[in-house]
T-cell receptor, first 112, second 115 residues
Framework: GESVGLHLPTLSVQEGDNSIINCAYSNSASDYFIWYKQESGKGPQFIIDIRSNMDKRQGQRVTVLLNKTVKHLSLQIAATQPGDSAVYFCAENRGGYNKLIFGAGTRLAVHP | DVKVTQSSRYLVKRTGEKVFLECVQDMDHENMFWYRQDPGLGLRLIYFSYDVKMKEKGDIPEGYSVSREKKERFSLILESASTNQTSMYLC??????????????FGQGTRLTVV
């Protein structure tokens, strides 16, 4: 059965440091991955995506790395700011109708 | 900008009531989704729809049904609300499989409390 986790993993960083948030996905057939940011009281917002034919994709201050061999995804945030404090979710598209399956999330706490 | 609108931010219902959660999107998206979000469990897919009148079960469909009579609107129905359905409900929409960018856009969420 599914384990019930009441507490999100939390990553605490100092303002200005780089942050790395990790995610393991389960289905080797997944071909599209997205990182979302969710601030308190809001719905998740798209940050960056990557397709399975790529290893790396860069956006503004964010980079996503995909390692298909070990089914691992990471989100790197450069020069982390207080406004980056949120819960971050990775999502995988398990094919067919673009159905997205989400991970449990990681809370990022940025300290001044 | 894409807009996904959920009809209520907060809702309190009694056990046994039939509950309707409404979601409307304005981007002509083919796909629409209902997720529930609980602490530490992330977002779990309840149902999704890839076209009008078409629906597919997600990972946790028990106790729920959905309706998609028009492309822009997707309703989640709790046939007989129970306390274990107290949760945050999130609606999302996205383009279909023939598009390059298929990220899902989310509404603000409906926090449902069943008493």
């Amino acid at each position: 059965g599914e384990s019930v986790g009441l507490h999100l993993p939390t990553l605490s960083v100092q303002e200005g440091d780089n942050s790395i948030i990790n995610c393991a996905y389960s289905n080797s057939a997944s071909d599209y991955f997205i990182w979302y940011k969710q601030e308190s009281g809001k719905g998740p917002q798209f940050i960056i995506d990557i397709r399975s034919n790529m290893d790396k994709r860069q956006g503004q201050r964010v980079t996503v790395l995909l390692n298909k061999t070990v089914k691992h995804l990471s989100l790197q945030i450069a020069a982390t700011q207080p406004g980056d404090s949120a819960v971050y979710f990775c999502a995988e598209n398990r094919g067919g109708y673009n159905k997205l399956i989400f991970g449990a999330g990681t809370r990022l706490a940025v300290h001044p | 900008d894409v807009k996904v609108t959920q009809s209520s931010r907060y809702l309190v219902k009694r056990t046994g009531e039939k509950v309707f959660l409404e979601c409307v999107q304005d981007m002509d998206h083919e796909n629409m989704f209902w997720y529930r979000q609980d602490p530490g469990l992330g977002l779990r897919l309840i149902y999704f729809s890839y076209d009008v009148k078409m629906k597919e079960k997600g990972d946790i469909p028990e106790g729920y049904s959905v309706s998609r009579e028009k492309k822009e609107r997707f309703s989640l129905i709790l046939e007989s609300a129970s306390t274990n359905q107290t949760s945050m409900y999130l609606c999302a929409s996205s383009f279909g499989t023939d598009r390059l960018n298929t990220e899902a856009f989310f509404g603000q969420g409906t926090r449902l409390t069943v008493v």
